[in-house]
Nanobody, 115 residues
């Protein structure tokens, strides 16, 4: 079975940085796009960033210029570098491998931006 394991979340002050990682097992990683989503308490899950099989990236307007998504096909890992963090970035962050109808989700990692 395909599994995604996320890590890197934590508590950071506004203006700080965090790097999230998502390690994929049980799939041919290079053949699938991967996306990062986040869900703040009481709000809907939203798409943050995505990266295609050839490395093309897309970002939500709210994170453009601050977040960078990347992938390492050899290590079967996707990353989300988050800089200049704001309080509104506080959420649980999930990675999703675009396989099948619903994709495959990681367990989520909490990011809290607070002073």
């Amino acid at each position: 079975q395909v599994q995604l394991v996320e890590s890197g979340g934590g508590l950071v002050q506004p203006g700080g940085s965090l790097k999230l990682s998502c390690v994929v097992s049980g799939s041919i990683f290079r053949f699938y796009a991967i996306s990062w989503y986040r869900q703040a308490q009481g709000k809907q899950r939203e798409l943050v960033a995505s990266i295609t099989i050839d490395g093309t990236t897309n970002y939500a307007d709210s994170v453009k210029g601050r977040f960078t998504v990347s992938r390492d096909n050899a290590k079967k890992t996707a990353s989300l570098q988050m800089n200049s963090l704001k309080t509104e970035d506080t959420a649980v962050y999930f990675c999703n491998l675009l396989i099948g109808r619903d994709g495959v989700w990681g367990q989520g990692t909490q990011v809290t931006v607070s002073s």
